[in-house]
């Protein structure tokens, strides 16, 4: 990997828009000879005052995230060709996107698909391109969620 390589990161949530962005950065990836970064971010636990049922939940959510983690960068590799890099996280999304996009320089280009249903782009969306949008230092691609595999071909 070149200092000049692409890495289009990929927020992964339970989202089905999601999917979209995985596929349009994977596209990306392979047409720019690029790489992907996918982050998953396990959100902290209601039940802190149960402190045995918490960390076995946690465990649980760690392996649950690892086994969707390996199961997405497959299907990384057979778009791009490339084995992704992941991030597991754990705390509030977007506070873990912003670290991780200023610890990680080689990052080039956030990808997000916006939501499909009546609650608008969805929380991450509003607050990257509303709260965060003048302190990014990279660009930011919002995918539209309806996409298909066909239109996301023509357009990457």
Known sequence: MTDKTRIFLVVVDETEEMTVALHYAARRARTTGGKVALLHVIPPSELQHWGAIEELMKQEQREEAEQLMQRLAKEVVDIAGSMPML????????????KLIQEEPSISILVLAAGTGRGG??????????????????????VPGYLSDEQLDAIT
């Open 87 to 98: 991030y597991i996280r754990d705390g509030q999304a977007s506070e873990q996107l912003m």
């Open 121 to 142: 782009p969805g929380p991450l969306i509003s607050f990257v391109v509303g709260q965060m949008a003048g302190s990014l230092r990279i660009p930011v691609t919002v």
